[in-house]
């Protein structure tokens, strides 16, 4: 049962555009979610998170959008660069539990 | 400040056998989860040890066990190796839960033959 879902297993974006991963996750008591970037032979390194109390957190390039009703969540890069080509994992974890559960993963590639 | 350092990196096996997974994690975080990646499965949570205790466990059999030892440091053994155990085994280190930021190392990739 893959709570955590990452329905696009890649992505190509141009550089300079925007990078848009989306994530859906189904348990509704999930409280906290984070994204992960992940370089080939190298661990995940964490990017960006969102608690449920808020619906938008910005850091530089990375946004995440968070839509409770639809148990929705995306991470935008704007903008693209070749340096962000990664596997972004997005992660959740509920509120009564240390787990975090991640999806399966977005292979971005940005192209010059 | 050294990072969370995984040994070794690399490992064949054949079926039936052992393995032990070693990871030693930040110098001051106590809690040490295993993650197994698989292609199509993400990150699967093994299990996670804080204070020498397991604190929490995934959904994996048996054959999957770990510890932790007073410095922190933690093996991971899976036991009667299956084809399917191929995969990068990961261990991410924070400092008191996942509620801190975790610190994943690089990964020992495991091949059972």
């Known amino acids: 049962d893959q709570q955590v879902k990452q329905n696009s297993p890649s992505l190509s974006v141009q550089e300079g555009r925007i990078s848009i991963l989306n994530c859906d996750y189904t348990n509704s008591m999930f409280d906290y979610f984070l994204w992960y970037k992940k370089y080939p032979a190298e661990g995940p390194t964490f990017l960006i998170s969102?608690?449920?109390?808020?619906d938008k957190n910005e850091d530089g390039r990375f946004t995440v959008f968070l839509n409770k009703s639809a148990k929705h969540l995306s991470l935008h890069i704007v903008p693209s660069q070749p340096g962000d080509s990664a596997v972004y994992f997005c992660a959740a974890r509920a509120y009564n539990t240390d787990k975090l559960i991640f999806g399966t993963g977005t292979r971005l590639q940005v192209f010059p | 400040k050294a990072g969370v350092t995984q040994t070794p990196r690399y490992l064949i096996k054949t079926r039936g056998q052992q393995v032990t997974l070693s990871c030693s994690p930040i110098s001051g975080h106590r809690s040490v989860s295993w993650y197994q990646q698989t292609p199509g499965q993400g990150l699967q949570f093994l299990f996670e040890?804080?204070?020498?205790?397991?604190?929490n466990k995934g959904n994996f059999p048996g054959r999957f066990s770990g510890r932790q030892f007073s410095n922190s440091r933690s093996e991971m053994n899976v036991s009667t190796l299956e084809l399917g155990d191929s995969a990068l085994y990961l261990c991410?280190?924070?400092?008191?839960?996942?509620?801190?930021?975790?610190?994943f190392g690089p990964g020992t990739r495991l091949t059972v033959l």
């Open positions: 969102i608690s449920s109390i808020k």
């Open positions: 991410a280190s924070s400092l008191q839960s996942s509620y801190n930021e975790q610190f």
């Open positions: 040890y804080f204070s020498e205790t397991q604190r």
